[in-house]
């Protein structure tokens, strides 16, 4: 079965084009113009991931992505998210509220088919053993795709399940920004990795993790992260 996008956007020659090359790909495409119809696919259809324009009529992508990433049945659908802003805010704000990556207006087709593809490995889960991480309280599954905290279910998103696996992967190595994008994403760009502390920072929230005195990621400066891990 052809893995089922929705592309979202207000402007229809936009959404066309998208769904053009993604289906030239071999993507089934579902599409919507404003975000009421795009909320009422999402839970009729449960796409495999979502490419959601910022602005648009109705719901926002942003109030999308928070309704999204609060529901447990739909909260680990990848969000690819498009926004016509340059601001850093922005990106920001919509990687906080759970965005797995974004694209910013004009963009090339073909790198919105490789960002699918991208978060749709990662989605898929090309992940080699041991198939569960566990360090002090917390347990990573990495078949079930299901972090534990205490024995606690905490749900994260795809990106934020990619870096903490590779994190968790090699405890005490100080990965570089670039380098953990790299072996958690399977590619690094530029943006990504200036997202990446908001990433960073949505994890450490989920899990409880304080940044001035952290049981789990530890900030290394001047170089990037490492995950220290506990024994109690």
């Given at each position: 079965?052809?893995q ?8 229809q020659?936009?959404?066309r084009l998208?769904?053009s ?6 993507m089934?495409?579902l ?12 839970r009729k ?7 959601l324009?910022l ?15 609060a529901?447990?049945?739909l909260?680990?659908?990848p969000v ?8 850093d805010e ?5 990687l906080?509220?759970?965005a797995d990556d ?12 490789a ?5 749709l490995?990662?989605?898929r889960?090309?992940l080699q ?6 360090q002090?309280r ?5 078949d079930q795709?299901?972090?534990t905290?205490?024995?606690v ?10 870096l903490l696996?590779?994190l ?10 670039e380098e ?8 690094s ?14 994890l ?5 993790d ?6 789990f990621i530890?900030?290394v400066?001047?170089?990037g ?8």
């Amino acid at each position: 079965m052809p893995q089922r996008i929705l592309v979202v956007d207000d402007d229809q020659q936009i959404v066309r084009l998208i769904a053009s090359y993604l289906e030239q790909a071999g993507m089934s495409v579902l599409t919507a113009y404003d975000g009421d119809t795009a909320q009422h696919i999402i839970r009729k259809e449960r796409p495999d991931l979502i490419v959601l324009d910022l602005m648009l009529p109705g719901q926002s992508g942003w109030e999308i992505t928070r309704w999204l990433r609060a529901d447990s049945h739909l909260a680990d659908i990848p969000v690819l998210m498009l926004t016509a802003k340059v601001e850093d805010e922005d990106k920001i704000y919509g990687l906080e509220l759970g965005a797995d990556d974004y694209l910013t207006k004009p963009f090339n087709p073909l790198e919105v088919v490789a960002r699918t593809k991208a978060i749709l490995r990662r989605a898929r889960g090309n992940l080699q053993p041991p198939h569960i991480l566990e360090q002090g309280r917390l347990r990573l599954d990495l078949d079930q795709h299901l972090l534990t905290l205490n024995g606690v279910p905490i749900v994260l998103t795809r990106t934020e399940f990619a870096l903490l696996s590779a994190l968790m992967s090699a405890p005490n190595y100080a990965f570089t920004r670039e380098e953990l994008v790299e072996k958690a994403l399977g590619y690094s760009y530029e943006g990504l990795e200036r997202s990446l502390d908001s990433h960073i920072k949505n994890l450490r929230k989920k899990i409880g993790d304080d940044p001035a005195d952290p049981h789990f990621i530890e900030t290394v400066f001047g170089v990037g992260y490492r995950f220290r891990g506990e024994t109690a």
